[in-house]
């Protein structure tokens, strides 16, 4: 997850409260106050950054998951029936006979 500086998350939380149920109106205006900012542009960099090495991880997750399961896949064979009650021992009629106590 990203690293939000104190500063930045009052400027957004200050703005949803002024336009409640208008999130497009608090964006445009946590905007303006975050634009000026006057560590923006280091913000900026720092944001960025943190949004590549969240990408960077997600995609090195989704590689190693479809390794994972193409392996699988591979190397997979039918597997014996788990031994315990079947379907008919349940208990279920399977008649149309109301059931009767």
Known sequence: MMNIPENVLRIIVEAVRKYPG???K???EADVG???LPEFDSLINSLLRDAIQEVAYDTE???KINVKM???A???RVKAKARGPSASDTGKRKTTE???P
Do not use: E, L, M, T
Request: aromatic share 4%; glycine share 0%.
């Open 26 to 28: 608090a964006v445009a």
């Open 22 to 24: 208008d999130i497009p």
């Open 61 to 63: 997750h989704k590689i």
């Open 74 to 76: 591979f190397h997979s």
């Open 98 to 100: 109301p059931h009767q």
């Open 70 to 72: 193409n392996r699988k």
């Open 34 to 36: 975050v634009r000026a």
